[in-house]
Nanobody
Framework: VQLQAYGGGSVQAGDSLRLSCAPS????????MSWFRRAPGKEREFVSA????????DYTDSVKGRFTISRDNAENTVYLQMNSLKAGDTAIYYC??????????????????WGQGTQVTVSS
């Protein structure tokens, strides 16, 4: 499965962006889908995850209340709505798909499929 992530860009602090991730083939909710990010000079970190049927979501503390993950299994797309963006959100954002259990969602080594990354730059 190849993942295509898009929607990044350069914005001002306080603005919004919506990232999208579309697998190359129909997955029909087969995978836990997540977003990770890598800021300049830092390790890749977990941002958000959504369960196979969309009934459960998870967020890292720094984005809670500002980011919303969702999925449309009919459209085969996962979204990350990012509001009230901060300079600290500047990073390359990667979508990823995992066939592991929900409890493993925060660990990147459980993800077999990764998108190419989309750059998000927030200016203060």
């Amino acid at each position: 499965v190849q993942l295509q992530a898009y929607g990044g860009g350069s914005v001002q602090a306080g603005d919004s962006l919506r990232l999208s991730c579309a697998p190359s083939q129909r997955t029909y909710g087969r995978y836990v889908m997540s977003w990770f990010r890598r800021a300049p000079g830092k390790e890749r970190e977990f941002v958000s995850a959504i369960s196979r049927n969309g009934g459960s979501t998870d967020y890292t503390d720094s984005v809670k209340g500002r980011f919303t993950i969702s999925r449309d299994n009919a459209e085969n797309t996962v979204y990350l709505q990012m509001n009230s963006l901060k300079a600290g959100d500047t990073a390359i954002y990667y979508c990823a798909a995992s066939s592991s259990v929900w409890g493993s969602r925060r660990f990147d080594y459980h993800y077999a499929y990764w998108g190419q990354g989309t750059q998000v730059t927030v200016s203060s």
